[in-house]
Every structure is written in structure tokens, then in C-alpha cells.
């Protein structure tokens, strides 16, 4: 079947512009996740949505980030004001209901700020 | 404070020898444990997981170990192949969180 899908796959934008970016999950899936990947850097989450319970945004690096969930499928993650150190790949994944369940991920959107 | 740390940076192993990658952690609050792959310009790729219960767990030639007394874990490839060339990332779970930590990753060279 189909993985998660996110756009757009690449994006350039100068700073101080904002940008969304898209995930369509994996069907089924009630659990989505944003993670970012800096350059020469491991994953780093960002916030977390599980059916119609309260999203977990720990992550967010700073009040200019935000995501929502609408209709527990697809997610917008927004950020306001870019700034050069928002640069980076960013990273949707999903999962099944229940514990101890892995995360499939999309490939990312390649976000470049000038 | 990194929680989850692949300290080789990279490696090279020979078609058809044995690849082990490693991956330590110090939060012992961590009960699941998952390895994936990361070619160039695609997201990470699920291959294996392992729940802090258990000590091993196998699937075709990958093969996880956890030694939750030294918070270590590895994944085993055998025989390597030259398509497994790619970034391999360590991650865990919270028994508390549904979030995963990750690792910086080790790139796997298998050479032909």
C-alpha cells in the first residue's frame, strides 16, 4: 500500500517567509509525528498527534513552529518568520494504534532558507 | 545530553562478512528500541525492533542483540550485502513518550 507522503519534496524560501509543509500518513495510521534532521545530525522530534487526544509538542523548537492534524489524517507543520537555522529535512512519520509500534517515515521535505 | 549514541561514525566490511553496527543509551526508562536505514534523499526505512523484554530478535539476515544491563545494543548483518551501503540509525522509545530518540547514525560501506 501506500507510505507516507509529504510535500512539497524540496523547498527554497527567503528568511523571514513563512512555509507549510504537508504529510498525508500511511492509511490507517492514528499516530503522526514531525521529526527534523539537521545537517550531519540524527532525527530530532518535533511534535507528536495520536487520534483526537491533545498534541504532544514538546519538541517545537520556538513559538514560530506549528502543526496541526486535521480529521486525524493529513498534517500541516508551519513555519513563521524562517530563519537560516530552520534549514533542514524534515520528517513525517506514522504508526498504528497501540505501544511499542514503529514509525514509517516519508522521505522529507528539503527545506533551504536563503 | 545526547541519550542514544552510535559512537563509529562509519564503517567497512567486506561482501559477505558480518556487519555490526552499535548503539549505547543511558535512559533506562527506554523499553523498545528500533534500527533503520537511511539511503541519500529518501526518509529512514524500518528494519528491525526489539522490546526491552526480550534479548534478541531475528529477521532474515538482520539480527538485534540488547543487553539492557551495559544499555547496549547492536544490529547484526549477515552476510552483508553491497545494497546495504547506506546510514544506520539506532532509536528508542520511553516507556513514558511515544516520541523516538535517535542516534547521529553510522554510515555502512560494504564493498564488493
Known amino acids: 500500500g501506500a507510505g507516507v507522503s509529504q510535500s512539497p519534496s524540496n523547498k527554497v524560501t527567503e528568511k523571514g517567509k513563512d512555509v507549510e509543509l504537508r504529510c498525508d500518513p500511511i492509511s490507517g495510521h492514528t499516530a503522526l509525528y514531525w521529526y527534523r534532521q539537521s545537517l550531519g545530525q540524527g532525527l530530532e522530534f518535533l511534535i507528536y498527534f495520536q487520534g483526537n487526544s491533545a498534541p504532544d509538542k514538546s519538541g517545537l523548537p520556538s513559538d514560530r513552529f506549528s502543526a496541526e492534524r486535521t480529521g486525524g489524517s493529513v498534517s500541516t507543520l508551519t513555519i513563521q518568520r524562517t530563519q537560516q537555522e530552520d534549514s533542514a529535512v524534515y520528517l513525517c512519520?506514522?504508526?498504528?494504534?497501540?505501544?511499542?509500534?514503529?514509525?514509517?517515515f516519508g522521505d522529507g521535505t528539503r527545506l533551504s532558507i536563503l | 545530553d545526547q541519550q542514544v549514541k552510535q559512537n563509529s561514525p562509519s564503517l567497512s566490511v567486506q561482501e559477505g562478512r558480518i556487519s555490526i553496527l552499535n548503539c549505547d543509551y543511558t535512559?533506562?526508562?527506554?523499553?523498545?528500541f528500533l534500527w533503520y536505514k537511511k539511503y541519500p534523499a529518501e526518509g529512514p526505512t524500518f528494519l528491525i525492533s526489539?522490546?526491552?523484554?526480550?534479548d534478541k530478535n531475528e529477521d532474515g539476515r538482520f539480527t538485534v542483540f540488547l543487553n539492557k544491563s551495559a544499555k547496549h545494543l547492536s544490529l547484526h548483518i549477515v552476510p552483508s550485502q553491497p545494497g546495504d551501503s547506506a546510514v544506520y540509525f539506532c532509536a528508542a522509545k520511553s516507556k513514558y513518550g511515544n516520541k523516538l530518540v535517535f542516534g547521529a547514525g553510522t554510515i555502512l560501506r560494504v564493498k564488493s
Open positions: 512519520a506514522s504508526s498504528p494504534q497501540g505501544s511499542n509500534q514503529p514509525q514509517h
Open positions: 535512559n533506562s526508562m527506554f523499553d523498545y
Open positions: 526489539i522490546s526491552s523484554i526480550k
